[in-house]
Each structure stands twice: as C-alpha cells, then as structure tokens.
C-alpha cells in the first residue's frame, strides 16, 4: 500500500522568511495530494492539493510542487506570519480507485512549522 | 452553518467499559471516516464509509467498530477500551471519497 514519508517533523523560521514542506510516496499510482493545516485544538483543514496532471500550484504565499517521476511533492510558503504556526500534514491517494482502500487518504506524519515574530 | 460535530470532545475511562464516540455532519456528504492522531504517528484511518450501510475497514481497526444507519451520523464504538487506545480521535467528511475531507474538532480519549 502507500507509504508517504515527510520531512522535517519539526520547522522553526522568522516571520518573512519561506518555508518549504516535503514529503515522498511509494505508490506511483496516487495522483491526489492534498495539504492540511492543523491549528492547535482544532482539526485538520484543507489548504492547497493538487493533481498529477499539474506540476504546481499557488494560492497567494502558498504553493505546492509536484514531481511524479521522482515521487515527491512539496508546500512552499512565504512572507511567514505568526499566524501560519501549526502543524501541516501532507496527504496522497488515487482517487480513481473509488470505493477501495486506494481511494482513501495516507497521511505523512506531520511537521510543527514555528513562526517566530 | 457547515460542520462536523463530535461528543464528547473529552473523555476519561477505565479499561473494558464500552464507550461510543458520535460523529455528525450537516452538509449531506456520502464519505465519513475517522482517524486516530498519535505523537510522531500522525492521522491514521480507523474506518471509512462510502455510504449508508457501506463500511469497510482501514489501516489501524482493531478495536474499534463502526456503523452507518443514516447519512449524516458515523458513531466511532470501542466495545472494550484499552490504554492503547488513549488518543485524539478525528472524524472527517467528504462529499465523495475523492474530494475535500472536512474534519471534525477530535475526541481526545484518555483510558487508564
């Protein structure tokens, strides 16, 4: 099944500076990367995913990177602010495999991003 | 407004006392799922729904049991807790597997 491996665990920056997520899979069939933020007490939310048929994607500072033939995407944020502290959870599937275990969502095991004023 | 709710949001019990953690959403999704969030481990999957009476296992089952009588509710059930089941417990709703998971606020369940 997928294994999707995500690095650092821990990311300390100043507010300004880019901060940069990765995380690699093993299942060359996923096609569905997602990006979720988790702020303290809450659950995950949503942020950014993407689709193989694109290699990036932005959404004002984020964005997110994909390399297929190396199997690794990527979250970019700049301009840091305080409030971008939290922990962020890459994700992979196939969502063409509806209704099967491929289907559902594999998650990395987390990065807690710092942002010091 | 949207939402997935859970109840409680906090709980302390003893080992073997059967315990059921409630997982609603109001936006008519089709998916639902939980997850169980441990230090280092990060977001594993317990069980999932595709629909109504449509469940089927995940990474990390045991223990735990699940049922889909109605469309908005998706009750995570631990029949004999035990402590290795302490954690902080997700449930998530889609409006098909393949789209946008909205995640509810956790269950954090301690068991001593």
């Known amino acids: 099944g997928e294994n999707v491996e995500q690095h650092p665990s821990t990311l300390s920056v100043q507010e300004g500076d880019s901060a940069v997520i990765k995380c690699t899979y093993s299942?060359?069939?996923?096609?569905?990367f997602p990006w979720y933020k988790q702020e303290l007490g809450k659950g995950p939310q949503l942020i950014i995913d993407?689709?193989?048929?694109?290699g990036e994607k932005k959404d004002q500072r984020i964005a997110v990177t994909l390399n297929k033939t190396a199997k690794h995407f990527s979250l970019h944020i700049t301009e840091t602010q305080p409030e971008d502290s939290a922990v962020y959870f890459c994700?992979?599937?196939?969502?063409?495999?509806?209704?099967?275990?491929?289907?559902?969502?594999?998650f990395g095991k987390g990065t807690k991003l710092s942002v010091k004023p | 407004e949207a939402q997935v709710t859970q109840n409680p949001r906090y709980l302390i019990t003893v080992t073997g006392k059967k315990l059921t953690v409630t997982c609603s959403q109001n936006?008519?999704?089709?998916?639902m799922s939980w997850y169980r969030q441990d230090p280092g481990l990060g977001l594993r999957q317990i069980y999932y729904?595709?629909?109504?009476?449509?469940?089927d296992k995940g990474d990390v089952p045991e223990g735990y049991k699940v049922s889909r009588k109605e469309k908005r509710n998706f009750p995570l059930i631990l029949e004999s807790p035990s402590p290795n089941q302490t954690s902080l417990y997700f449930c998530?709703?889609?409006?098909?597997?393949?789209?946008?998971?909205?995640f509810g606020p956790g269950t954090r369940l301690t068991v001593t």
């Open positions: 998530a709703s889609s409006p098909y597997q393949r789209y946008e998971q909205y």
């Open positions: 299942d060359s069939a996923s096609n569905y």
């Open positions: 993407i689709r193989s048929n694109v």
């Open positions: 994700a992979a599937s196939n969502p063409s495999n509806y209704g099967g275990s491929q289907g559902n969502l594999i």
């Open positions: 936006m008519n999704h089709e998916y």
């Open positions: 729904s595709m629909n109504v009476e449509v469940t």
